[in-house]
Structure formats: structure tokens, C-alpha cells
């Protein structure tokens, strides 16, 4: 019995995945200079993969920080309920930030974060999300950069869990109902 066997299908295959991440770098290293030094505020947990490939292709001086905001614990519904785990390291005001983030599904979370950001005045704030799901949006967030808009469907793999679990797996894909129940 292997992780794999919980996978009914595979929403997205590593081979469109990577080129989609690369192609998403090349529209990003148009808006960026060096000058700019941009922060890129990656979404713990489930950004970490994203973050690791895109910034790999992206050609411009950068740094990177990160942010740990709490999300769905073991379950599949948002309990709408947002909070910081762990804060950036240093300040962003005047500073040029690019939100990374992996998934876009209420809104919710990314409303919260910006309007948080916002307050320390930055010089622009950017956002891009690796996947969305623009069929579930309750608040209206500007999207700068998208991956893959997808539809209602609870995914997992390359930085997603389900139950802290999957996150390894190099592509996005969709549970099987039974590994869910097995959880509840
Ligand atoms: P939102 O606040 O937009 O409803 O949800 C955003 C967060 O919920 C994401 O950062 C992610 O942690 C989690 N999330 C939303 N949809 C999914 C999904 O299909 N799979 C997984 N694993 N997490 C999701």
C-alpha cells in the first residue's frame, strides 16, 4: 500500500506542471528588475514546492521570506478562520513584494494576508498563485500570475496536503474518498 494508491486521478501531470511553472517565471521576470530586489512572501505550508522551482527560473536579483498561516488542519472545508503562525522576518515597507501561494480558493486567506501587508506599506503587492478555484470565490482578490485555474475539487500533491500528508507528490492530483474517510 503505497501513497499513490490513494490518488483517483491525476488533475495535473508533472509534465504540464513544470513547463506551466516555467512559463509563469518567464511572465514575472517581465515585470521585475534587479533594481527592484523584490521579496517573495511564500504561504506555508503548502507553497514550499512552488517557491523552490519558480524562483529556479526567475532571473532577477529576489529574496525570499516566509509565512506560516493557518489553514484547514485535517478536514477538506476552510474554516474561514485565518491566522499567522509565523510573521515575516524583517519589515516590507517600501519594498516591492510578490506574494507566492498555492492555492486560491475562497479568498479568504489571501483577502486577509494582503490587507495585513498592505498596512506596513509596502512599494507594490503582487500575487501569484500556482492553482485556482475561481468557481469557489467568496471575496474577490486581484490575482497577478495564475498557474492553472481548476475546478471544485479538493487537490493534493507538489506542496499540498491532505492531513499534512502528500505533499511530496510531483503532481496535483485528487484524492480517493475512501483516504478521506479514513481521517474523519
Ligand atoms: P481560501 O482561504 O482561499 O479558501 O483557501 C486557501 C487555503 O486553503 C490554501 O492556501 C490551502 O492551504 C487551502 N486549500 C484550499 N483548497 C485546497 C485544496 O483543494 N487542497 C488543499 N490541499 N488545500 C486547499
Known sequence: MSLYDDVARILIPEDVL????????????????????????????????????????????????????????????????????????????????LIVEDIVDTGRTLDYITRNLR????????ICTLLNKPSRREIDVPLHFVGFDIPDEFVIGYGLDFAEAYRNLPFIGVLKPEAIARER
Open 18 to 97: 513544470q513547463p506551466r511553472v516555467r512559463s509563469l517565471a518567464e511572465e514575472i521576470n517581465q515585470v521585475f528588475t534587479d533594481q527592484d530586489f523584490p521579496l517573495l512572501v511564500c504561504i506555508l505550508k503548502g507553497a514550499f514546492v512552488f517557491l523552490a522551482d519558480l524562483t529556479r527560473h526567475l532571473t532577477f536579483r529576489h529574496e525570499v521570506d516566509f509565512m506560516v498561516i493557518s489553514s484547514y488542519g485535517s478536514g477538506t472545508v476552510s474554516s474561514g478562520v485565518v491566522r499567522i503562525l509565523l510573521d515575516l522576518e524583517r519589515s516590507i515597507e517600501g519594498r516591492h513584494v
Open 119 to 126: 498596512t506596513r506599506h509596502p512599494a507594490s503587492l503582487r
